[in-house]
Every structure is written in C-alpha cells, then in structure tokens.
C-alpha cells in the first residue's frame, strides 16, 4: 500500500487554489470567479478562521484566506530580532509585516539576503587593509581606502528602500524555484555614504561607460577564494543617479556585518542584488555587465506574460530594473481580534524610481474601497507612510486589503502575472482580523 504523504492547506493551495477550495471548503467558483460558500463549507471556513465572514459572497475562489497563509516557524539570527529564516547557507532571513512597523527600519528587522558566505573582515568588524578599486572605461583607475572615501568626498544621508527582486515569490502558482519569501524581504534603512556619482567622476568616467559590474568580499559555498559568488551591476545611468550611494553606514552606525561592513552599494528602487555587499572593486564597462547571476534567467522576467507553468526561452527574458509600486500594512498584525467597530490602520508602500500617489484599503473583498492619508516620501526612494481609520458594520472576520498606485497611474493587482523565477511579485498585502464586538 502506497503511502500517502500529508501537505498543508498553504501547499495545497499553491498546488490548485480551486482545486483546494472543494477540497477543504467544498467551495466552486462560479462563472464571475466568486466562490459559492455556503452551508458546511462556509461553517468549515468560519471555524478556520475563528468567526463569521460578513462579506463571503465577495470572497474570490481559490483565495486562500489570509489568516491561515501567513503562518512560518521563527528561528533566532545573530543580530535580527523576530526574523523568519528561509535557510541558513547562505544566510538568507525576511521579517514579519508587523515588525516592518517603523518609519526607518531598525538594523535588527532589516531582511537578510546572501548568495555566499559572510566574509571574515566583515564578521570582525575591522576594515584593516580594505580598499575599493574603481576602474575600466575611466581616465584614472582609483583605489582608495575607507579613511580615504571619508575624508576626500563629502557624505550624504537618504532614506532609501531596497527590496529583493524576489520578495512575494512563496505566493506564485505553480509554485516558483528560490527563497519562499511572503512579503517581508523589503526594508527602508538610513544610509550614510559618498554619491556613486562623485566617485566616478574623480575616476574620469568615459562616454564609452555603459553598465557598472561589481565584485565583493563574500565566499562561494564551496569555500574557493578564487570562485566568485555573483557580480551583477547596473547601467551607467542608474549608479549616476544622486541616490545611488557607496554606503558605509547604516542608521548612524558602522554597516553591520550582514549588510555588508565596511561598504556597499545602495542603488535604491531596483533588484536588492544591484546593491552588491562587502564590494571591493566596481568595473566600468562599455557593454552590459555578464557577471555571475547577471545572464540567463538570473534577476530577469519575461517580456511578455507567460502562461503560468510555460516554458520561456532565454532569449525573451529581460534584466529587472525598476521595482514595480507595492504596499506593505504594518499595523494590525494578521490575525488581531478588534474589540470595537472602529481600527486604525497604516503601512507603507513604495514603487521603485517612482513615487506612489495613492493608497486605497478594503475590507469587503474589493466591493468598496476607502483612500488612505498618504504621506510625501522623505526623500525620493523612501518609502512613503500611511495611515486610516475603518468601521466595521459587524461582528466577524474581515480581511483588510492595500492597494498602492503611482504616479504614472500603475496599480497594484490582486494578483500578478506569473514567471518561472518568482520575481517582481507585487499583489496587494492583505491582512485577516477578527471584530469581536
């Protein structure tokens, strides 16, 4: 007799989302993609998330609820406080939605993204004898020490968000290869360093200049000094841009070891793998960089939607740039029980090289929706705070919805396009509470 294997209801659901709504539910989806949810199986979902749903009937199929999608075992990391550990070699760590609750995210709840190991100068926290070349397509190839960076160019201090390419690549189905994060590999830190731009002009940058390539400190798994981990760059417009920074603080302080001591490149609104770690040396180049995990399907999608599960040639996948618009709601945590009809909400949202221009929240399932008090962006590639105040008409579980747009009028689907790598994801957070009076 075969041994059947038990999965949980979030695999199920990532399997066949429909499929897992008859099964668990005994919920079909109608020809307007609602689910019918009634009788037991609206009981048996109402047991599950520990009230009555008012708004089931705008409940779309194969949803499933909120309340039981987060749900993650925490492990302790040096350093980090509440984070959720995808895997532990390479180090790679997200943080809950609740604890991203911070105007300037803290050191210990900034997400932790690695594809190779730590290196020893950053564990020690010791700069010693490191230096950062600069060379390729300039007049005057530059090495220069830490002090040296300090004292010869004039610091700057943003605010600026950096978010992996992967963040909410746990949501796609059929499921995509990679770190399973759900939505917390985002953070918006204060970072302290000297423009990339003034670098390069001390270095006599080109006009043959066309991609940066980055090299960094950080060891191959397979423990050879000689093998690089990854060195992915951007486009000669983009490490000019006067947000792009050599950062060598983080909040005030020294970078810590896992954000990249004792300097690194920040160049907000893109892929987090733009801005490389413990960087040592950033080549100047006439053509697009090909460093490890810059060709192939590495940080690429499509450039047209495939369908989901289709195989996609590499020669139609395109280099992410641009982060697309996203929200984030910090407060309620999932799962909160609200005494009282009424519930302050607020978040963040953020949308790559642009800002964002609205934000709207439901909690009937997207049949209304109410606009958020929106604040102006610190600095441009800050991340942008918001805040409302919802009334709930009764008692039972609600689901609370964020919708972000920007100011080319780009909104936040409820849900996106699917590739083979996970990437780019960017769905609109949702968040389960339950009104109890």
Request: hydrophobic content about 40%; proline content about 7%; overall charge positive.
């Amino acid at each position: 007799m075969t041994k059947q294997r038990e999965i949980g209801i979030r695999e199920l659901y990532q399997q066949d989302p429909v499929r897992a709504d008859e099964l668990v539910f005994g919920r079909r989806a109608g020809p307007n993609r609602r689910g019918f949810l009634r009788g037991a199986g609206l009981a048996a979902m109402s047991a599950a998330v520990g009230a009555a749903i008012p708004f089931h009937r705008n409940m779309p199929a194969g949803l499933i609820p909120a309340a039981l999608a987060e749900s993650k075992d925490d492990f302790k990391l040096e350093g980090k406080d509440g984070l959720s550990v995808l895997n532990d070699r390479p180090v790679n760590a997200e943080t809950p939605a609740h604890l991203l609750d911070d105007a300037i995210t803290p050191i210990s709840r900034h997400f932790v993204r690695n594809n190779g190991l730590v290196p020893d100068r950053a564990r020690s926290m010791e700069a010693g004898d490191w230096t950062l070349t600069i060379d390729g397509e300039v007049a005057t190839p530059l090495t220069l020490t830490l002090d040296e960076i300090k004292k010869k160019f004039k610091p700057v201090t943003h605010q600026l968000q950096i978010e992996c390419g992967g963040n909410g690549r746990a949501a796609f189905n059929p499921p995509a290869k990679g770190n399973q994060w759900t939505v917390g590999a985002i953070g918006c830190s204060e970072w302290t360093g000297v423009p990339m731009r003034d670098l390069f002009k001390a270095a006599g940058i080109k006009d043959s200049a066309v991609y940066t390539g980055y090299y960094g400190e950080d060891v191959h798994l397979s423990g050879k000094p000689d093998k690089v981990v990854i060195s992915r760059g951007a486009p000669i417009a983009k490490m000019m841009e006067p947000h792009t920074l050599l950062a060598y603080q983080m909040n005030g302080q020294d970078i810590p070891f896992w954000h990249g001591f004792p300097a690194r490149i920040v160049a907000p609104g893109w892929p987090g793998s733009v801005s490389g770690k413990w960087v040592k040396r950033i080549w100047i180049r006439k053509e697009v960089h090909d460093g490890p995990k810059m060709t192939g399907t590495s940080y690429r999608v499509p450039w047209f939607p495939p369908e989901p599960g289709e195989k996609v040639e590499k020669k139609d996948w395109r280099i992410i740039e641009s982060m697309p618009v996203k929200s984030l709601i910090t407060f309620p945590e999932t799962g909160t029980t609200v005494t009282g009809k009424t519930l302050d909400v607020r978040g963040h949202a953020w949308a790559g090289d642009n800002a964002v221009k609205r934000l709207d929240l439901t909690m009937d399932f997207g049949a209304s929706w109410v606009e958020a008090k929106l604040e102006k962006p610190k600095n441009p590639y800050a991340w942008q705070h918001w805040q409302a105040e919802l009334t709930f008409p009764s008692k039972g579980y609600y689901e609370i919805w964020a919708r972000a747009t920007d100011d080319k009028g780009r909104m936040q689907p409820f849900a996106v396009t699917w590739n083979g790598k996970g990437y780019l994801n960017n769905s609109m957070h949702r968040v389960a509470v339950k009104v109890v009076v």
